[in-house]
Nanobody, 114 residues
Framework: QVQLVESGGGLVQAGGSLRLSCAAS????????MGWYRQAPGKQRELVAR???????DYADSVKGRFTISRDNAKNTVYLQMVSLKPEDTAVYFC????????WGQGTQVTVSS
């Protein structure tokens, strides 16, 4: 059973930056298209960035140009670099495959103050 552990969230002012990490156990990780999701209070969980095993990336329009997803297959870790953060980026951030294959981790809270 693959476990996902997200970290790196926090409280930042608008315009600030954060780098999130997602550590996964299990070798299946390196064969998966991984994604970062977020869920704001009262809203559905949404996919904001995805990355293939080979490094091809795609982003939601709301984060394009501000967020960068990357992965280290040797470390079974996915990263999300976030810059120019906005209050509307406030949410709990999760990682998973784009098919939501694995059980969800606890997520990491990102709060952006105006």
């Amino acid at each position: 059973q693959v476990q996902l552990v997200e970290s790196g969230g926090g409280l930042v002012q608008a315009g600030g930056s954060l780098r999130l990490s997602c550590a996964a156990s299990g070798s299946i990780f390196r064969f998966a298209v991984m994604g970062w999701y977020r869920q704001a209070p009262g809203k559905q969980r949404e996919l904001v960035a995805r990355i293939s095993w080979g490094g091809n990336t795609d982003y939601a329009d709301s984060v394009k140009g501000r967020f960068t997803i990357s992965r280290d297959n040797a470390k079974n870790t996915v990263y999300l670099q976030m810059v120019s953060l906005k209050p509307e980026d406030t949410a709990v951030y999760f990682c998973n495959t784009v098919s939501r294959t694995f059980s969800w981790g606890q997520g990491t809270q990102v709060t952006v103050s105006s």
